[in-house]
């Protein structure tokens, strides 16, 4: 079994205004706007798939969207919490426990992605501001190359209609 990287990040100081803490712990981790867009779009394509799926020897770690069959996993990362560089942003309150978070999720999603590809899976990171239909075509291409046969799925699948 592979070394389980942990990355430890210092209790939060606490939020600079009862605004900011009530946005924070309203934050959806999972279901939200980008990964329902992007699962109606593979699901309207009949792909079908499994969600919050545990990553293997990695405790509290899921994949977002798995093609087990495929050992396709797609994870659909939030531009803030992942560090996008076009759309992330630095918070100017507790920005030094913040920096070590942000940095501590790249880490994080980087070490997941390497454990997966060592298992034989296929990584697919979507950033919350792509379009769906785009990343549902790419997603639907690479499901369908690794299906070997043209008979293990629909042919239209992954096409955009």
Request: aromatic fraction near 6%.
């Amino acid at each position: 079994m592979a070394e389980i990287r942990t990355y430890h990040v210092p209790t939060h100081p606490g939020a600079s205004s009862v605004q900011v803490s009530r946005r924070m712990s309203t934050a959806r981790r999972k279901d939200t706007a980008a990964e329902m867009a992007l699962r109606r779009e593979l699901h309207r394509r009949g792909l079908r798939y499994r969600v919050t799926v545990k990553v293997p020897d990695r405790p509290r770690r899921t994949i977002d969207i798995a093609f087990t069959r495929r050992k396709v996993a797609v994870f659909v990362d939030g531009c803030f919490w992942h560090g996008c560089p076009e759309h992330g942003t630095d918070p100017a309150s507790n920005a030094a426990w913040w920096q070590t978070k942000l940095e501590a999720n790249k880490l994080r999603d980087a070490d997941t992605t390497h454990h997966l590809e060592s298992l034989g899976w296929r990584v697919v990171r979507v950033w919350e501001h792509e379009d769906p239909v785009a990343a549902a075509t790419n997603i639907g291409q690479i499901v369908r190359t690794l299906a070997g046969s043209p008979t293990d799925l629909p042919a239209d699948v992954g096409a955009v209609r």
